[in-house]
């Protein structure tokens, strides 16, 4: 018998809603799908419902807990997984941290959440470093298993093989009850790594406004986006091998080395090379 970790503190009423998450961790380079979740619970004014126990799936020795001091006195804040939900109840979203620990029981509880609420769609969010410039467009590259999904929002079928994150458990784990899930990933400068990127957020808030039913706003990621870039720029005026690398990557780019194609001409290729550099540091 499945154990239970999910705490419920409410229930919506309605069924049938997309399922969107994110992890902060290693699917999460330049935080832009954690800042993409953020963004979201902010414009669609999500109310919390529902949230995972941390105590089985994290070793706080990594993920410490954070002690905060308010009016009523001290109060800890463990690692948290919290559900939330759109006024109109179509929209749901999961603000999550990748676990060290039991990643299967970590990702049935999520499991039994979408199940409970009949969810239509789940979509993946993640960002990973890349040979990419940060003057140019951000790409976002969307996989899905599901035929009538993938030609309906333009997605391609991932043929990737190798060490893989939460995100990726939790994809097949999904597939395997026969609801779609979509997985966005964007691209970051892999010379600007930490660096939070609102650039990244952006792009994928404007591609998850091709699939949610209702627009989103997003005048502070167009305006943080810009501040982004400009401070970018400056650092990079400032050094002149960053410089020639930089208009290197733009050259490549424009003239077309960043394309998608069918597959993508050398995407795959930096997926695996970067999850397998995340999946072993020291190699």
């Known amino acids: 018998m499945q154990e239970n970790h999910v705490i419920w503190e409410n229930h919506p009423a309605q069924t049938g809603g997309i399922l969107i998450a994110a992890f902060q961790g290693w699917n999460d380079a330049g935080n832009a799908a954690s800042w993409t979740l953020r963004h979201l619970q902010e414009e669609l004014q999500t109310t919390p419902f529902a949230r995972i126990q941390a105590e089985n799936f994290y070793d706080f020795s990594e993920s410490r807990p954070v002690v905060h001091l ?3 006195g001290r109060k800890l804040d463990w690692p948290s997984n ?6 109109d109840q179509n929209v749901i979203l999961l603000d999550g941290i990748e676990p060290q620990l039991q990643w299967r029981t970590f990702v049935e509880q999520i499991v039994k959440v979408a199940e409970e609420l009949g969810v239509s769609m789940v979509i993946t969010l993640g960002s990973l470093l890349a040979e990419v410039p940060h003057s ?7 996989f899905c298993e599901d035929l009538e999904t993938s030609e309906r929002l333009n997605l391609k079928k991932s043929n990737y093989e190798g060490p893989t994150g939460i995100v990726g458990v939790l994809n097949q784990f999904i597939q395997q009850t026969n609801v779609p899930v979509v997985s966005l ?18 792009a994928l808030i404007h591609r998850l406004q091709e699939i949610l039913p209702s627009p989103i706003e997003s005048t502070d990621l167009d305006i943080a986006s810009a501040d982004y870039e400009r401070q970018i720029n400056e650092l990079v005026s400032g050094d002149e091998d960053m410089r020639a690398h930089v208009m290197d990557l733009e050259y490549r780019y424009d003239n077309g080395e960043f394309e998608e194609a069918d597959p993508a001409p050398g995407f795959v290729e930096d997926v695996e090379r970067w999850l397998r550099d995340g999946a072993n540091p020291d190699q």
């Open 70 to 72: 308010s009016k009523n």
């Open 136 to 142: 140019r467009p951000i790409k976002v590259y969307g």
């Open 82 to 87: 919290s559900f939330s939900v759109a006024p």
């Open 185 to 202: 990933w964007a691209t970051v400068p892999n010379y600007v790594s930490g660096a939070a990127s609102p650039k990244a957020a952006l």
